[in-house]
């Protein structure tokens, strides 16, 4: 089993910045890539960032040039650096880990609130 642990959500006016975090921990063998999601009220979840074991990257449009995600192989963690904040980006922001097999994990979410 993986448990993943998010932090660093918050309340931040529009144009400001957040950091959020997720460290996996369990029996990690090896990580295919690691995500972040999120659902904003009366949405569906959506894809917002991911990153390979190679490092490849892919971001939603809404976020380019905004959100940076990275990780931490040796602490299995991943990052969201979110720049410049909007009001629509306020939602729960969650954290997904996918693993070999049928290995797919998600964090128990993290409120992300961007006051206008």
């Known amino acids: 089993q993986v448990q993943l642990v998010e932090s660093g959500g918050g309340l931040v006016q529009a144009g400001g910045s957040l950091r959020l975090s997720c460290a996996a921990s369990?029996?990690?063998?090896?990580?295919?890539?690691m995500a972040w999601y999120r659902q904003a009220p009366g949405k569906q979840r959506e894809l917002v960032a991911v990153?390979?074991?190679?490092?490849?990257?892919n971001y939603a449009d809404s976020v380019k040039g905004r959100f940076t995600i990275s990780r931490d192989n040796a602490r299995n963690t991943v990052y969201l650096q979110m720049n410049s904040l909007k009001s629509e980006d306020t939602a729960v922001y969650y954290c997904?880990?996918?693993?070999?097999?049928?290995?797919?994990?998600w964090g128990q979410g993290t409120q992300v609130t961007v006051s206008s």
């Open positions: 369990g029996r990690i063998f090896r990580i295919n890539y």
């Open positions: 990153i390979t074991s190679g490092d490849i990257t």
């Open positions: 997904n880990v996918k693993t070999p097999g049928p290995g797919l994990y």
